[in-house]
């Protein structure tokens, strides 16, 4: 009986030991993942927390660069100043949002594009997003895609100039109201007519799954106009791994079409931050 008991300690003893080993060796960091990650500061940590702070917890979980959305209530040295002492990027953040489909504010969006610039080379980023594709009212959906696809035009060589890209984001209609770009085809459309490196798509996987669906198809048709990446899982908007999305074969198919570029963690963690980051990691290419 003595040593039935004492092996049966031994095989409970033994048993616990693998898990604990399997528990270490499941924790991933940055450098196990092919995928690079930008936190977005907006959705990870939520609105109305200082984003000084923000900046401090994305590095504290191992975020080597960080995005966020409109600039223009922030401090934008002293967000500088932090990422550079922290050894951070900002590789991207939203530069304009108004709508440009009635075609009226053209210049006072040429306006607004020469001042983010100035804010992108303050920050050292490369990218800027773009939205401005919100419905107008009394006029057709071309006339607005058309007005659209002008002020890009009239942009292009202001970005090319400074070397800063602009990445229109298009939406869903599912979540975000209605807009004149939903989804990859227009807005690869646009970017192909404007015909210009400086004017590509912030390719939001989460939009496009709301949208079109079939992600890995409409990535390989449109990537010569992808710009940026970013991701949330749906339902949810949460990280990849608690919804529908299979993210390892997404990246994977990103990585194979040449992207090395940051890939935006545009959504709300569930569970622990720390959770949330290994959920991520282990959904990762």
């Known amino acids: 009986m003595k040593l039935r008991s ?82 951070m990027k900002v590789v991207q953040f939203t530069a304009w949002g108004a709508p440009l489909g009635s075609g009226k504010n053209i210049d006072e969006f040429e306006a607004g594009i020469k001042e983010a610039i100035t804010v992108a080379h303050k920050l050292g980023a490369k990218k800027m997003t773009v939205v401005g594709h919100k419905w107008v009212e009394g006029y057709t959906l071309e006339e607005q895609l058309a007005n659209y696809t002008k002020a890009m035009k009239r942009v292009a060589p ?45 390719w939001d996987f989460y939009h496009m799954q709301l949208t079109e669906g079939a992600l890995i198809h409409y990535l390989r048709e449109g990537y010569d106009q992808v710009g940026y990446l970013q991701l949330a899982d749906t339902p949810g908007r949460n990280q990849p791994g608690t919804g529908e999305l299979n993210y390892v074969n997404i990246l994977k198919a990103a990585h194979d079409l040449g992207y090395r570029g940051y890939v935006g963690v545009e959504c709300r963690p569930q569970g622990t931050e720390a959770e949330a980051l290994q959920q991520l990691l282990k959904n990762s290419y």
Request: hydrophobic share 45%; with cysteine; aromatic share 8%.
């Open 158 to 202: 202001l970005c090319e100039a400074a070397d800063v890209m602009i990445i229109i984001e298009p939406f869903n209609p599912v979540d975000h109201g209605k807009n004149t770009l939903n989804g990859s085809q227009a807005a690869v459309k646009i970017c192909r007519e404007v015909d210009s490196p400086m004017i590509k798509i912030n």
């Open 6 to 87: 004492l092996k049966l300690q031994s095989v409970v003893l033994l048993g616990l030991f693998l898990s604990f080993a399997s528990s270490l060796s499941a924790h991933l960091t940055f450098d196990d993942v092919n995928t690079k990650y930008a936190a977005n500061l907006a959705l990870w940590w939520g609105k109305g927390k200082p984003t000084l702070d923000k900046i401090d917890k994305a590095h504290a979980l191992g975020f080597d660069a960080v995005e966020f959305w409109a600039y223009g209530k922030e401090d934008i040295d002293a967000i500088a100043v932090k990422t550079k002492k922290l050894g």
